[in-house]
T-cell receptor
Framework: DAGITQSPRHKVTETGTPVTLRCHQT?????MYWYRQDPGHGLRLIHY???????DKGEVSDGYSVSRSKTEDFLLTLESATSSQTSVYFC???????????FGPGTRLTVL | QQQVKQSPQSLIVQKGGISIINCAYE??????FPWYQQFPGKGPALLIA?????SEKKEGRFTISFNKSAKQFSLHIMDSQPGDSATYFC????????????FGAGTTVTVRA
C-alpha cells in the first residue's frame, strides 16, 4: 500500500461521539487526501492537504474536519458522529507534478 | 453531481473472455484518467492510466481506449481470469485542481471459470 497506514482499521462508535482517524505515510508525499466509499457512489473526496497546515474541502466535507501538523500525518475528525457517516474511509497520497494517487488499506467506521 | 459516469454497474464474463467497462466525463479540463482495481477489504490500487493526448494505452491484458471528442474512455480486460474478479473504478483529475480525483460509481466484474 505504498507506505500508507491507517488507524484504526475498524471502529464502532455511537452517535454524537467524536472520532479521529489517522493516516500515516512514509513516502514524504506533498498531497494527502481523505475519501469515503459508499455503495453506488464510488469514492468521494472529503478533505485534502497540499502541504503541512494547508488543507481544503472536498465535495462531501460537512461534518468533517482535518489537520496536518507534519508531512507524514493527516488526521480526519468527525466532531459528532452521525449514522450517515457510517462508511469506509480511505486515505491517499500523491506527489506534485504527478497525478498518481496511492491508497491506504481503509478504515471501516460504523456509527450506531 | 457526479463528474464521471461509469457503466455497467456489474458484469459477468467467462474465463478467457473480454471485459469492457465504459466511462464518460463532462469537464474537458481533466488531464489524467486512471483506472483503479479494488478487491474486497482492500484499498483501491492503481491499475493503468492515460492522458488525453493518447488514444490508447496497453499494459499486459489491460487496455485503456480514450475518445477525447466524445469525452469517453473505456477499460478492456483481455483474456479475463478468475483473479481479475474485483471492482473497477474509473476516475479523472486535473493538475490545476490539486489532482483531486472524481470517481465513477464502480463496476463489479465476476470472471467465471
Amino acid at each position: 500500500d505504498a507506505g500508507i497506514t491507517q488507524s484504526p482499521r475498524h471502529k464502532v462508535t455511537e452517535t454524537g461521539t467524536p472520532v479521529t482517524l489517522r493516516c500515516h505515510q512514509t513516502e514524504n508525499h506533498r498531497y494527502m487526501y481523505w475519501y469515503r466509499q459508499d455503495p453506488g457512489h464510488g469514492l468521494r473526496l472529503i478533505h485534502y492537504s497540499y502541504g503541512v497546515k494547508d488543507t481544503d474541502k472536498g465535495e462531501v466535507s460537512d461534518g468533517y474536519s482535518v489537520s496536518r501538523s507534519k508531512t507524514e500525518d493527516f488526521l480526519l475528525t468527525l466532531e459528532s458522529a452521525t449514522s450517515s457517516q457510517t462508511s469506509v474511509y480511505f486515505c491517499a497520497i500523491g506527489t506534485s507534478g504527478d497525478n498518481e494517487q496511492f491508497f491506504g488499506p481503509g478504515t471501516r467506521l460504523t456509527v450506531l | 453531481q457526479q463528474q464521471v459516469k461509469q457503466s455497467p454497474q456489474s458484469l459477468i464474463v467467462q474465463k478467457g473472455g473480454i471485459s469492457i467497462i465504459n466511462c464518460a466525463y463532462e469537464n474537458t479540463a481533466f488531464d489524467y484518467f486512471p483506472w483503479y482495481q479494488q478487491f474486497p477489504g482492500k484499498g483501491p490500487a492503481l491499475l493503468i492510466a492515460i492522458r488525453p493526448d493518447v488514444s490508447e494505452k496497453k499494459e499486459g491484458r489491460f487496455t485503456i481506449s480514450f475518445n477525447k471528442s466524445a469525452k469517453q474512455f473505456s477499460l478492456h480486460i483481455m483474456d479475463s481470469q478468475p483473479g481479475d474478479s474485483a471492482t473497477y473504478f474509473c476516475a479523472a483529475s486535473m493538475r490545476s485542481n490539486d489532482y483531486k480525483l472524481s470517481f465513477g460509481a464502480g463496476t463489479t466484474v465476476t470472471v467465471r471459470a
